[in-house]
């Protein structure tokens, strides 16, 4: 589960279809200012991008 506390901004363009695939290529982190963006590359090339204060990934277990 990934978190993004004191959300700044979101941005999700939807410029491709999205279907029903849930993959994700890629995720990547920076630090622009005194917060964090992360960015989620989708199957689609579509990427998301959330900017907040902190970021916190954990791991649940489902099933």
């Given at each position: 589960?990934?978190r993004v506390?004191?959300?700044e901004l979101?941005?999700?363009?939807?410029?491709?279809?999205?279907?029903?695939?849930?993959?994700?290529?890629?995720?990547?982190?920076?630090?622009?200012?005194?917060?964090?963006?992360?960015?989620?590359?989708?199957?689609?090339?579509?990427?998301?991008?959330?900017?907040?204060?902190?970021?916190?990934?954990?791991?649940e277990r489902?099933?």
């Amino acid at each position: 589960m990934l978190r993004v506390d004191e959300v700044e901004l979101l941005t999700y363009p939807r410029q491709s279809p999205w279907g029903r695939s849930s993959s994700i290529n890629d995720v990547r982190l920076s630090y622009p200012g005194a917060g964090v963006r992360v960015e989620l590359e989708l199957q689609s090339g579509d990427t998301i991008s959330i900017d907040g204060s902190e970021c916190s990934v954990a791991s649940e277990r489902i099933g």
